[in-house]
């Protein structure tokens, strides 16, 4: 699994925003994203941006008896509170 940092919108930081959010992703047997939806959002805008680092993401496919199968996972982003003073 390697993941890109997800973009951390300029309106998420006006309002001041900090959590987890939630994207489960289908995983092709061939490592790619077939399917992204948020189980755990934040804001619509920050949501969007989680998901879109979910999707760049690569991922190794899940198996059944050695060969590869598509499945479902769960990947958190964290978004830290943004720093205090920051531009």
Do not use: C, I, K, N
């Amino acid at each position: 699994l390697d993941l890109p940092d997800p973009e951390y919108p300029p309106e998420a930081a006006d309002l001041d925003l900090a959590g987890m959010v939630m994207v489960r992703v289908l995983v092709g047997p061939e490592g790619q994203v077939d399917e992204a939806e948020v189980r755990q959002g934040l804001h619509p805008a920050v949501d969007l941006a989680a998901m879109a680092a979910a999707r760049e993401g690569a991922y190794a496919p899940a198996t059944d008896s050695g060969v590869a199968v598509e499945g479902w996972l769960t990947v958190p982003f964290r978004y830290p509170p943004p720093a205090a003073g920051g531009e």
